[in-house]
């Protein structure tokens, strides 16, 4: 079984940065993307950041310059650096990975628990 668990969220002022790490653990062959969503209150989850494992990245248009996709492939974990950060950055950050369990095989999507990240202003 793969399990991803996500780490570093939490509460900040307006303005500073926090760091999420997602490491995936379990019967790994190998990952392909990995990625940040997220989701606030009453809305819909959305797309925050993604990685493949070559090192490409895309972005939600609204948060290139402030976030920062990364990731450590040998050690299965994908991070994301956030700065200037805003009151509507609040929301639940979930990690994404898709990965397959035997070389060959298909990938499969696994998510994480979630994190909670909340901005005060």
């Known amino acids: 079984q793969v399990q991803l668990v996500e780490s570093g969220g939490g509460l900040v002022q307006a303005g500073g940065s926090l760091r999420l790490s997602c490491a995936a653990s379990?019967?790994?062959?190998?990952?392909?993307?990995m990625g940040w969503y997220r989701q606030a209150p009453g809305k819909q989850r959305e797309l925050v950041a993604t990685?493949?494992?070559?090192?490409?990245?895309t972005y939600a248009d609204s948060l290139k310059g402030r976030f920062t996709i990364s990731r450590d492939n040998a050690a299965n974990t994908v991070y994301l650096q956030m700065n200037s950060l805003k009151p509507e950055d609040t929301a639940v950050y979930y990690c994404?990975?898709?990965?397959?369990?035997?070389?060959?095989?298909?990938?499969?999507?696994?998510w994480g628990q979630g994190t909670q990240v909340t901005v005060s202003a």
């Open positions: 994404n990975a898709m990965i397959s369990w035997v070389a060959g095989t298909a990938y499969r999507s696994y």
């Open positions: 379990g019967s790994i062959s190998s990952i392909n993307a």
């Open positions: 990685i493949i494992s070559g090192g490409t990245t």
